[in-house]
């Protein structure tokens, strides 16, 4: 297991690390355990995992004074194509912006769960991302998951009639099992 810490000062020393690691296996899953983990780290873990297929992540940084610098945008914008994540696991959703940011860094995202959407009302959330996956016209995304502490039927109708109404989509599955919501 790489440990992947995000600091200025020992930043090129942990690059090494990963890469002698690297020549000796590959890694499928990446598991950030630090709460408000920096995009820009984000971006680098990213691209020195080339093979990572699973995402798990705390939850993001969306710090104002935190603006990616040229290096991480070029990196951003050379993995978009090889980039290989498929499954997103964020267990503390603070933002609606973080759903944007995850999409962007992996572009081939099929299932993203949020295990918390800290006070932020279940519609608005779905709303929002149903919207950005349809203005990008994303094929990709097959399955969302939101963990919500009571989902009952009155919550899978309200999402249902949203969905509907606005015609945000045309096919589509929801249902609950424990505390999860699931939109196929």
Same mark, same amino acid.
């Given at each position: 297991?790489?440990?992947?810490?995000?600091?200025?000062?020992?930043? !090129?020393?942990?690059?090494?690390?990963?890469?002698?690691?690297?020549? %000796?296996?590959?890694?499928? &899953?990446?598991?950030?355990?630090?709460?408000?983990?920096?995009?820009?780290?984000? %971006?680098?873990?990213?691209? +020195?995992?080339? #093979?990572?297929?699973?995402? !798990? %992540?705390?939850?993001?940084?969306?710090?104002? /004074?935190?603006?990616?610098?040229? #290096?991480?945008?070029?990196?951003?914008?050379?993995?978009?194509?090889? @980039?290989?994540? /498929? !499954?997103?696991?964020? #267990? !503390?959703? =603070?933002? *609606?912006?973080?759903?944007? *940011?995850?999409?962007?860094?992996?572009?081939?995202?099929?299932?993203?769960?949020?295990?918390?959407? =800290?006070?932020?009302?279940? #519609?608005?959330?779905?709303?929002?991302?149903?919207?950005?996956? =349809?203005?990008? @016209? =994303?094929?990709?995304?097959? +399955?969302? @998951?939101?963990?919500?502490?009571?989902?009952?039927?009155?919550?899978?109708?309200?999402?249902?009639?949203? *969905? &509907?109404?606005?015609?945000? +989509?045309?096919?589509?599955?929801?249902? &609950?099992?424990?505390?999860? *919501?699931?939109?196929?």
């Amino acid at each position: 297991m790489v440990a992947y810490r995000y600091n200025s000062d020992s930043d !090129k020393l942990i690059r090494i690390d990963v890469k002698f690691a690297l020549t %000796i296996a590959l890694f499928y &899953h990446l598991d950030i355990k630090n709460k408000e983990f920096d995009i820009g780290a984000l %971006i680098k873990a990213i691209h +020195l995992l080339p #093979e990572l297929d699973t995402l !798990k %992540i705390h939850s993001l940084s969306l710090n104002q /004074t935190n603006v990616l610098n040229f #290096e991480e945008f070029n990196i951003l914008y050379s993995t978009n194509d090889t @980039c290989k994540i /498929t !499954k997103v696991y964020f #267990e !503390k959703m =603070n933002d *609606i912006e973080e759903f944007y *940011i995850l999409l962007t860094v992996c572009p081939y995202m099929k299932y993203f769960k949020v295990d918390n959407i =800290n006070h932020m009302d279940i #519609e608005s959330v779905l709303r929002f991302i149903i919207q950005k996956i =349809n203005y990008d @016209c =994303n094929n990709y995304i097959q +399955l969302l @998951c939101f963990r919500i502490v009571t989902p009952d039927n009155e919550i899978i109708e309200k999402l249902n009639r949203m *969905i &509907h109404i606005e015609k945000l +989509l045309l096919t589509y599955k929801i249902k &609950h099992l424990a505390e999860n *919501i699931y939109l196929e």
